[in-house]
T-cell receptor, first 111, second 112 residues
Framework: EAQVTQNPRYLITVTGKKLTVTCSQN?????MSWYRQDPGLGLRQIYY???????DKGDVPEGYKVSRKEKRNFPLILESPSPNQTSLYFC??????????FGSGTRLTVV | GDSVTQMEGPVTLSEEAFLTINCTYT??????LFWYVQYPGEGLQLLLK?????DKGSNKGFEATYRKETTSFHLEKGSVQVSDSAVYFC???????????FGDGTTLTVKP
């Protein structure tokens, strides 16, 4: 089944403790992207990647890092999480038709 | 920069009513336009898309037409069902670009 898999689905962590949210797609898509969803703010793009080793900032990149060493994987790294990064995160991938396929989401709480 | 403005919600309709959710955009170049749907507790799913002016995207009874002259991409459905209750997002993406811009989402509730 074609899908984008994110892990974990839920995560509670403490301020300053580094964490990684993994994302993997099995559709051989070139484009991958991370979004955060917050009430009243809609969906905002954090980082995106147009291919292996090619990444760029979205609208809200501060406090996040990404890497794209393999085509299928696009992990999101929070080096020093803060409470304002508490949010619902989505990974997505896209091929040449430009419509994104989204993962099921990761609900992150930073205390 | 690019932006997408959606009709504010929430929208509440009775079953079999006609649905319109307005979406207008500002963008450079010639973006592709999308509607996504998000059911409770799930990720977004692509509902329909249009890649150039005057294209009509359609899926599951939903339709939207890419209107360049009015920079709009309004979502319509002739007869909604309870199962259509969800949050709907309008989005744009410029060709060969990884960057996408989403509207704030419109919550639709359909009552029996």
């Amino acid at each position: 089944e074609a899908q984008v898999t994110q892990n974990p689905r839920y995560l509670i962590t403490v301020t300053g403790k580094k964490l990684t949210v993994t994302c993997s797609q099995n559709m051989n898509h070139e484009y991958m992207s991370w979004y955060r969803q917050d009430p009243g703010l809609g969906l905002r793009q954090i980082y995106y990647s147009m291919n292996v080793e090619v990444t760029d900032k979205g609208d809200v990149p501060e406090g996040y890092k990404v890497s794209r060493k393999e085509k299928r994987n696009f992990p999101l790294i929070l080096e020093s999480p803060s409470p304002n990064q508490t949010s619902l995160y989505f990974c997505a991938s896209s091929g040449s038709n430009y419509g994104y396929t989204f993962g099921s989401g990761t609900r992150l709480t930073v205390v | 920069g690019d932006s997408v403005t959606q009709m504010e919600g929430p929208v509440t309709l009775s079953e079999e009513a006609f649905l319109t959710i307005n979406c207008t955009y500002t963008a450079t170049g010639y973006p592709s336009l999308f509607w996504y749907v998000q059911y409770p507790g799930e990720g977004l799913q692509l509902l329909l898309k249009a890649t150039k002016a005057d294209d009509k995207g359609s899926n599951k009874g939903f339709e939207a037409t890419y209107r360049k002259e009015t920079t709009s991409f309004h979502l319509e459905k002739g007869s909604v069902q309870v199962s259509d209750s969800a949050v709907y997002f309008c989005a744009l993406r410029n060709t060969n670009a990884g960057k996408s811009t989403f509207g704030d989402g419109t919550t639709l509730t359909v009552k029996p």
